[in-house]
Nanobody, 127 residues
Framework: QVQLVESGGESVQAGDSLRVSCAAS????????MGWFRQAPGKEREFVAA????????YYADSVKGRFTISRDNAKNTVYLQMNSLKPEDTAVYYC????????????????????WGQGTQVTVSS
């Protein structure tokens, strides 16, 4: 059974930094690209960042480019999202997800391309 467990979300001030993590189990982590999405109250879940199965390629939403960094440690079956210069509009529940394809040649940016999701971790940024 595949499980994704996020951690690290908390309440911070605007301008602060925060790193959230996602620990995976249940299938060979290094075979799958991983993504981070977020959902604010009353809004659709949106793509934030993704990383290829090897870690060699990354992709970001325009809203976080230059501020957020996605990375992975295949030895620890964990993907990270480092968030710097946080803004109040970054407030949301952050979800990690696993691409449904093994050794995907392209990075997926839509939620429909991911088949397993974590339960989410709350990030709140106050002004």
């Amino acid at each position: 059974q595949v499980q994704l467990v996020e951690s690290g979300g908390e309440s911070v001030q605007a301008g602060d930094s925060l790193r959230v993590s996602c620990a995976a189990s249940g299938r060979t982590f290094s075979w799958y690209a991983m993504g981070w999405f977020r959902q604010a109250p009353g809004k659709e879940r949106e793509f934030v960042a993704a990383i290829s199965w090897s870690g060699g390629s990354t992709y970001y939403a325009d809203s976080v480019k230059g501020r957020f960094t996605i990375s992975r440690d295949n030895a620890k079956n964990t993907v990270y999202l480092q968030m710097n210069s946080l803004k109040p509009e970054d407030t949301a529940v952050y979800y990690c997800a696993s691409d449904r394809r093994t050794w995907a040649p392209t990075i997926a940016t839509t939620r429909y391309e991911y088949d397993y999701w974590g339960q989410g971790t709350q990030v709140t940024v106050s002004s």
